[in-house]
């Protein structure tokens, strides 16, 4: 029986996984506005009843691919303090991030235009990188304001970047953002 179990949680696990590489592989091409359940379920292989086992529908699947790329990034943050070498490493993982998962970052934008939850964790995620690194920053009155203010400009300037061509210069981004990181955090 704990053969029997085993295996149905591999096919589980196995489903679930499907079901979140079709959704990042199609979001790849399309707006988070223009997937349905159905592309996704052909898209994957994997049936309604499949699907719904494991999601409520679309916006959780982009909360899991979310939570996948967040982890990722938590195991990539360097210790502090936030001195030169720090900002080089902070920058290129930031650079690498969204160049990895360029399109993907912009469906989340799309998606959170469209549906409260996946707005609130955007937020949260953007909120825990702004908190990251006000916790690394000199201690001023504005240190957070600081970080909130060069992490924005991070996502826009990647967003436009990386996010419209996955192929611009990766080590170009993270000088531009260096230069800009350098001249305020001193």
Known sequence: MTLR?????????????????????????????????????VEAGV???VFYRH???LPQV?????????ADLEQQIPPG??????????????????????????????????????????GAFVTRWVDETAALLPPTAECYE???????????YLTETLGHDPRFDRDLARRTLLTVWSAVVR
Do not use: C
Not at 106 to 122: K, T
Not at 146 to 156: D, F, G, S, T
């Open 5 to 41: 179990r085993e295996f149905t949680r591999a096919r589980r696990a196995e489903a679930k996984y499907r079901i979140v590489g079709a959704t990042e592989r199609m979001l790849e091409t399309r707006d988070f506005r223009d997937l349905t359940v159905d592309d996704v379920m």
């Open 146 to 156: 600081l970080a909130r203010a060069l992490n924005l400009m991070n996502i826009q």
């Open 62 to 70: 982009v909360l899991t691919l979310l939570a996948k790329i967040e």
């Open 81 to 122: 303090p936030a001195d030169e070498q720090w900002m080089q490493t902070m920058l290129t993982i930031a650079v690498d991030v969204f160049a990895d998962h360029a399109r993907f970052l912009r469906a989340l934008d799309d998606a959170a235009s469209h549906d409260a939850e996946i707005e609130a964790a955007r």
């Open 55 to 57: 999601f409520d529908g």
């Open 47 to 49: 049936s309604r009843m």
